[in-house]
C-alpha cells in the first residue's frame, strides 16, 4: 500500500532554514505527481509546492523564492527546501502523491498523504 513518511520539521527561529524530506513506498514513485501541502491551527489546507513527472515544479506565491521542491527518483525520496523561514510558515506539513489534475490546488484533496511533520519558525 501506499507509504508517505515526512521527517525534517522543528522550531526555528525566523530567518532560519529546514529541510523536509517524504520517504515514499508503495508505488510508481518516477512517475507520480508528487507534493507538499500545509495545515496551520485554524486555517485551511494550503497547496505549498508540486513537482510533476516531467520534475516541472509549481511554487505558491506565499513561499516562491523561499522554498524549493525536489526530488530523489533512485531513493524514492521527496524534499522541501525552506529558507528565510516566517512566523506565517508556521504549520503541520504533509507530503502527498496528488491524484487527478497535477497542481497545487489538488494538493491535500485527491490522492494519499502522510502523517504530517510540524513546522514553527518563531520571531
Known amino acids: 500500500q501506499v507509504q508517505l513518511v515526512e521527517s525534517g520539521g522543528g522550531s526555528v527561529q525566523a530567518g532560519g532554514s529546514l529541510r523536509l524530506s517524504c520517504a515514499a513506498s508503495?508505488?510508481?514513485?518516477?512517475?507520480?505527481?508528487m507534493g507538499w501541502f500545509r495545515r496551520a491551527a485554524g486555517s485551511e489546507r494550503e497547496g505549498v509546492a508540486v513537482?510533476?513527472?516531467?520534475?516541472?515544479?509549481y511554487v505558491a506565491d506565499s513561499v516562491k523564492g523561499r522554498f524549493t521542491i525536489s526530488k530523489d527518483n533512485s531513493k524514492s525520496t521527496l524534499y522541501l527546501e525552506m529558507n528565510n523561514l516566517k512566523p506565517e510558515d508556521t504549520a503541520m506539513y504533509f507530503c502527498?502523491?496528488?491524484?487527478?489534475?497535477?497542481?497545487?490546488?489538488?494538493?491535500?484533496?485527491?490522492?494519499?498523504w502522510g502523517q504530517g511533520t510540524q513546522v514553527t519558525a518563531s520571531s
Open positions: 502527498t502523491s496528488i491524484g487527478g489534475d497535477c497542481s497545487l490546488a489538488s494538493a491535500g484533496i485527491f490522492g494519499y
Open positions: 513537482i510533476d513527472f516531467h520534475d516541472r515544479t
Open positions: 508503495g508505488f510508481t514513485f518516477r512517475g507520480a505527481c
